[in-house]
């Protein structure tokens, strides 16, 4: 499956290079680049790419705002990574709370943008490598939402429940497989549900619910 990209930051030195390497892939086409988040917002709504890459500072309209607009239009289907110059950046947060699926350094390696890239568009999350999920649950913290539950948890079986606590500590299926014991296609059955259940975009979202509304709880 090609997947479609669309880049926008206000570098062209930045932009013009994330394009060249991601359309280095036989499975990725830039369909378009933007240089401030409202070209972005227009050209995604136009194009209807399956990823958009977004600086978090840009002219016009920032990075937050502009994942705003694109992830609450009606009928999207187009999932966010941010990019961001620093991994204890206070917008990152913000985004992932928004539905960004992730975040990328700007000074990444290349093959991390097109690894992103592919996680994202599969409904995976993607955070920077130095960057883990205490980073989510630090921000959580500070604004003061980490211990209150809406509710929608206990919607979840014990299972259910178990799956998200050690999905919230970063582990891949595979490593959540081997820590509860059962077979990976059990995993991403559990996690369907779990997205399902808590009308959650994708696993970043479920990170950010569990460190807002279930961590703290007992």
Not at 117 to 125: D, K, T
Not at 133 to 142: G, M
Not at 194 to 207: F, S
């Amino acid at each position: 499956m090609m997947i479609r990209v669309v880049v926008a930051d206000d570098q062209a030195l930045v932009r013009d290079g994330i394009a060249a390497v991601l359309n280095t892939q036989s499975d990725i086409d830039v369909v378009g680049s933007a240089e401030d988040g409202a070209a972005a917002v227009e050209l995604i709504a136009a194009s209807d790419p399956d990823v958009a890459v977004l600086d978090i500072r840009m002219p016009r309209l920032d990075g937050i705002r502009a994942a705003e607009a694109i992830l609450t239009r009606p009928g999207n289907r187009t999932r966010v990574l941010m990019l961001t110059t620093f991994d204890l950046d206070d917008y990152v947060y913000d985004a992932l709370s928004l539905g960004a699926s992730g975040f990328l350094l700007k000074q990444s390696p290349a093959s991390d943008f097109i690894s992103g890239v592919r996680a994202v568009a599969a409904g995976e999350p993607m955070l920077a490598p130095s960057v883990t999920t205490r980073l989510i649950a630090e921000f959580a913290r500070r604004k003061g939402t980490a211990v209150v539950e809406s509710g929608r948890a206990s919607v979840l079986t014990p299972r259910e429940q178990e799956v998200l606590r050690v999905m919230a500590r970063g582990m891949s299926n595979p490593e959540i497989a081997s820590e509860l014991s059962v077979a990976e296609e059990t995993v991403k059955t559990h996690i369907g549900r779990i997205l399902g259940k808590l009308g959650l975009r994708d696993r970043t979202q479920a990170v950010v619910y569990y460190f807002e509304h279930v961590q703290g709880r007992a």
